[in-house]
Nanobody, 125 residues
Framework: QVQLVESGGGLVQAGGSLRLSCAAS????????MGWFRQAPGKEREFVAA????????YHVDSVKGRFTMSRDNAKNTVYLQMNSLKPEDTAIYHC??????????????????WGQGIQVTVSS
């Protein structure tokens, strides 16, 4: 069993920054694949970023490349999403999620079997 708790969301002006944290318990983050997804009102859940368990390689959706960075702190069993140059279109509920070490398609929500409750990020223009 894995429990995931997000923090760090809030309201920020366009061009600002936020850092989301996802604290995990039950399994260490270095032994599972971790991802960030977001869902805006009326839209489907969208992949944002992922980090692979073994190599620590990260993946980011094109719309956030150069602005968002996912990272992992094994000692704190926490993953982060540093979000810079935020835009109004980044407004959404952000969820972190955990997928088994053997998961392949880390941009697919179906690969993840544990989800956090989500946290609101609102970017004003």
């Amino acid at each position: 069993q894995v429990q995931l708790v997000e923090s760090g969301g809030g309201l920020v002006q366009a061009g600002g920054s936020l850092r989301l944290s996802c604290a995990a318990s039950g399994r260490i983050v270095s032994s599972v694949n971790m991802g960030w997804f977001r869902q805006a009102p009326g839209k489907e859940r969208e992949f944002v970023a992922a980090i692979r368990w073994g190599t620590g390689r990260t993946y980011h959706v094109d719309s956030v490349k150069g602005r968002f960075t996912m990272s992992r702190d094994n000692a704190k069993n926490t993953v982060y999403l540093q979000m810079n140059s935020l835009k109004p279109e980044d407004t959404a509920i952000y969820h972190c999620a955990a997928a088994p070490y053997y998961a392949s398609s880390l941009n697919s929500p179906g690969e993840y079997n544990y989800w956090g409750q989500g946290i609101q990020v609102t970017v004003s223009s």
